[in-house]
């Protein structure tokens, strides 16, 4: 294992700002644990950078199989690690709430190996097309194909969405295609192959057949193993939690509401009445809201008097006038 230089690393710094500004304790357990791990290996690489990145030539051609594993969590420089971590920091946060964190550390480890694998293809394929055998010893290092497959899976969650890519609003289906083009344009130097294989992975798994076999793989490996059905609940400040069966999804269906357990059949009438009791109960005025009542009602008979009154008074009395009056009392 080797040290890093103990400079003044600004976009290291950068990242611990973004953290703090969220709130570690508001940071999901996988998405932390996963900064963390990059964050040591950028200061405490195992090897060089030249040693751990992916190419053709030094994993297929010189076995170097450790190189699937090692380079996703590895970074170049400072600023790399900055644009990634910052990026998975609020993927995560999305991700896995929605998807619980069991199955998020799956999704992560399965897509940080499946992007080297095809990148590998991808680059292989390319030499042998063109005969270049040059695409044979391009190297790519870095979370950034992971972050790929986890944009495409997040759009999937959101097709009606939008997403700013530069200035510019791109509707979510389309958005990494744009970010892919745009990320090379301004970046010539990162590995166009390597975001291209992110992408194909999260194909892979929202519209291939990638998730089934997940679940597949889980249901085999988990033995008598029962993870927590998790479901949504709602409060004031949003997801405060989150639980559902992973395996077992059913579709939405909308429940039938008896309205009488908010109102208990009462009565709009009944219900505001009940409402104002109860309001002046708690202040220890129920005996003050009776009197308050019989004083309006006393009123509004004595208003009503007085309009009878005037109006007998404007047109004459009516042999009806009584038996009026007698109802209006």
């Not at 990638?210 to 709602?234: K, V």
């Amino acid at each position: 294992m080797q040290r890093r230089s103990r400079g003044i690393h600004q976009g290291l710094l950068l990242l611990f700002f973004q953290i703090m500004q969220v709130g570690i304790t508001n940071v999901p357990p996988v998405t932390l644990a996963c900064i963390a791990l990059n964050i040591w290996l950028f200061l405490n690489p195992l090897k060089s950078s030249y040693r751990l990145c992916l190419s053709v030539e030094s994993c297929y051609e010189k076995k170097d199989w450790q190189r699937l594993l090692l380079s996703p969590f590895h970074h170049a420089d400072d600023w790399h690690l900055y644009f990634n971590m910052v990026s998975m920091l609020w993927k995560g946060l999305t991700l896995e709430r929605r998807l619980g964190s069991i199955w998020f550390a799956y999704i992560i480890a399965v897509f940080s190996l499946l992007t080297g694998v095809v990148y590998l293809a991808l680059e292989y394929t390319v030499a042998e097309l063109l005969d270049q055998p040059a695409f044979k010893i391009y190297c790519a290092i870095g979370f950034s194909g992971v972050l790929f497959a986890l944009k495409v899976l997040n759009n999937s969650y959101n097709p009606g969405g939008h997403t700013n890519v530069m200035g510019m609003y791109i509707p979510n289906k389309y958005a990494c295609w744009v970010e892919l083009v745009m990320i090379h344009l301004f970046s010539p130097n990162t590995s166009f192959a390597g975001h291209l294989a992110g992408i194909i992975v999260g194909l892979m798994y929202t519209v291939g057949p990638l998730q089934r076999i997940m679940q597949a793989c889980a249901g085999i490996f988990s033995f008598s193993t029962h993870y927590p059905r998790q479901q949504y609940y709602f409060s004031d400040t949003g997801y405060s939690g989150y639980q559902e069966d992973l395996f077992n999804r059913q579709p939405y269906q909308e429940v039938p509401r008896s309205y009488d357990a908010y109102t208990a059949g009462l009565t709009e009438e009944e219900q505001l009445e009940r409402a104002l009791r109860n309001s002046l109960r708690d202040r220890g005025s129920y005996s003050l809201m009776e009197e308050d009542c019989s004083t309006l009602k006393k009123t509004e008979k004595a208003r009503k008097e007085k309009v009878l009154g005037e109006l007998i008074l404007t047109v004459g009395p009516h042999p009806m006038d009584s038996v009026f009056l007698q109802k209006m009392k």
